[in-house]
């Protein structure tokens, strides 16, 4: 038999000892006829690898299985963490939205009562104005008949002193 060339390592905490090798089986080696019970052996070692391997196997199926309840714990704690995060974003996006609503909503009634207060203003000053325009046009009208009948009093004093004069003429 030829060595192998696989090296075993020490244990932890203790200096590397000489590399021991362990030895391989060779096949280039010439068979030799093995007996019945070498034969029988070979079977029971063959078997028990086999029974080895299914042990293996079973063993893998159940880190995969293992692996796969993980992975689906994984997947379900990061579906949480998503909703979680999700609600919360949207929680504090509302909580936003309502503030800046309410603060437009306060700014609005801010300009319609100061718009409101300055139409009010202007309406009184229109008031104001034509109760003006209507004592102007009142003492309008009055100067008109103060001058009709100051005219009508010169009138009738110009008649009597043309009266005068023909009376005086004659």
Not at 90 to 117: D, G, P
Request: proline share 2%; glycine share 4%.
């Amino acid at each position: 038999m030829a060595p192998s060339g696989r090296k075993h390592g020490g244990k932890a905490g203790k200096p590397a000892q000489e590399d021991q090798t362990i030895p391989a089986y060779d096949f280039e080696e010439e068979r030799k006829e093995l007996s019945g019970s070498e034969e029988d052996l070979r079977e029971g070692a063959c078997m028990t690898f086999l029974a080895h391997l299914g042990e293996v196997q079973n063993m893998l199926e159940r880190f995969g299985a293992d692996i796969n309840k993980a992975l689906l714990a994984k997947r379900k704690r990061l579906e949480m963490y998503t909703k979680a995060s999700l609600k919360t974003s949207n929680q504090k996006i509302e909580h936003v939205w309502k503030t800046q609503q309410e603060q437009r909503q306060k700014l609005n009634h801010e300009f319609s009562q100061q718009f409101l207060t300055l139409f009010q203003q202007w309406d009184v000053d229109v008031q104001k104005a034509e109760e003006q325009e209507e004592k102007l046009a009142n003492m309008f009208r009055q100067q008109q008949k103060v001058f009709q009948q100051a005219r009508i009093v010169q009138s009738q004093r110009l008649k009597t002193i043309k009266q005068l004069y023909e009376q005086f003429l004659k």
